[in-house]
Structure formats: structure tokens, C-alpha cells
């Protein structure tokens, strides 16, 4: 299974709307598609699991949907410490983990 | 607070070895499957190897199958990724991670801070 994310890069301005997509190259059972966001010199940190619940902590503008093989990130109103680096991440039974190869979202 | 400590890394020759540890604090460490995962420089996310709760079930990445050896002591709560024979493409950034729930699969949370891992003679 590959993800593949997009856009590469997502060029906006805070206060503006990011929406971010993971596309699976098979159909993801149960919705076992989490969000991550790494920023520079930080571990990731997880954002989303099960395709649509946000981790504990993680502000209401964060919100994730889709299922099967199309899955989508969205930051309603961007705050200037949301730009960052995105995965997407299917978890498996291992060795199925995929990650995503990431969406860098930056300041325009 | 849940939080994963990691130890290890450095600067090692091609063909050389090196133990990375990871240390669990804030949450029952024998409940939970854990995850090691690295990341090569500007690049994106690679799992790499799982251990069970018990030790018993482990699963590597083809990329380092044969040369790396993951384990955990839940006495210490701690886990280990023992690498042998390292190339100059094994140098990344090294996270551990816990199955952020009591079964597997899971998602990742928390992640370990990370050890830099430099490969190069």
C-alpha cells in the first residue's frame, strides 16, 4: 500500500483555510489513517486517528475525514504556529505501517 | 505525563554498531506495543520494527531485516534497537513510538524526541 499526498507544498497565509489530501493505493480498512505534524527539529506529533478523531489536545480547527482511499486534512483558520510538515500514516498489523511522503505547509 | 525518552546514537564507522534506548515514562510501559521509526535527513517517515507487549512478536522493515534487532525490558521500561553491519543509508534521525492504544494496530503516540544517528567514515 502507498500513500501519496498533496499538494507537495501548500503555500497560505494565516487566518486562510489549508486542506490537505492522502490518497491510499488500496481501500484502508476501518479507517486506520492517523495525521501527523513535525515541525523543524521536533518529533511528529499525532493530530488525527481513525481517519477523523483528534488527538487529545488538539484544537477544534484540526479536522480529518474520508474513508477507503480518499482522506483529507483540513486546518480551518490557520494559526502562525500550524506551519509545519504533514504526514499521513496508515497503521497495519505490521510490517504495514505506510507513511505518506508528506505536505509542507508554509507561510506566504 | 506520558513520555518517551530517548538515549543512544552518535557517530559510528560502515560496518559498525550501535544500541539506541528508548525510555517510557507516565503510562503502564508493559501494555503497550512499540515502534521504532526513522527519519533520513530532509526526508520523510520510515518504520522500521515493532515488538509486542511481551517481546515475543517482532516485525522489521526489509531495509534493515538481518541487522537490526529491536527488544524491551519491561522491568526497565525501556526499549532497545540493537544495529549491526550499518551502511551510510542507515543514517537518520531515530524515533521510538508507542501504539497509542492498548491493542494493535495503532496509531503512534507519543513519539520518543528523536537520536541522530550519523553513518560515515
Known amino acids: 500500500l502507498v500513500l501519496t499526498q498533496s499538494p507537495g507544498t501548500l503555500s497560505l497565509s494565516p487566518g486562510e483555510r489549508a486542506t490537505l489530501y492522502c490518497r491510499a493505493s488500496?481501500?484502508?480498512?476501518?479507517?486506520?489513517l492517523a495525521w501527523y505534524q513535525q515541525k523543524p527539529g521536533q518529533a511528529p506529533r499525532l493530530l488525527i486517528y481513525?481517519?477523523?478523531t483528534r488527538a487529545t489536545g488538539i484544537p477544534d480547527r484540526f479536522s480529518g475525514s474520508g474513508s477507503g482511499t480518499d482522506f483529507t486534512l483540513t486546518i480551518s483558520r490557520l494559526e502562525p504556529e500550524d506551519f509545519a510538515v504533514f504526514f499521513c500514516h496508515h497503521y497495519a498489523t505490521p510490517p504495514q505501517n505506510t507513511f505518506g511522503q508528506g505536505t509542507k505547509l508554509e507561510i506566504k | 505525563e506520558v513520555q518517551l525518552v530517548q538515549s543512544g546514537g552518535g557517530l559510528v564507522q560502515p560496518g559498525g554498531s550501535l544500541r539506541l534506548s528508548c525510555t517510557g515514562s507516565g503510562f503502564t510501559f508493559k501494555n503497550y506495543g512499540l515502534n521504532w521509526v526513522r527519519q533520513a535527513p530532509g526526508k520523510g517517515l520510515e518504520w522500521i520494527s515493532y515488538?509486542?507487549?511481551?517481546?515475543?512478536?517482532?516485525y522489521y522493515a526489509d531495509s534493515v531485516k538481518g541487522r537490526f534487532s529491536i527488544s524491551r525490558d519491561n522491568v526497565k521500561n525501556s526499549l532497545y534497537l540493537q544495529m549491526d553491519s550499518l551502511r551510510v543509508e542507515d543514517a537518520a534521525m531515530y524515533y521510538c513510538?508507542?501504539?497509542?492504544?492498548?491493542?494493535?494496530?495503532?496509531?503512534?503516540?507519543?513519539w520518543g524526541q528523536g537520536t541522530l544517528v550519523t553513518v560515515s567514515s
Open positions: 481513525g481517519a477523523s
Open positions: 513510538a508507542r501504539v497509542g492504544q492498548l491493542w494493535s494496530p495503532g496509531w503512534f503516540d507519543p
Open positions: 488500496q481501500n484502508i480498512v476501518s479507517s486506520y
Open positions: 515488538i509486542d507487549t511481551s517481546g515475543f512478536t517482532i
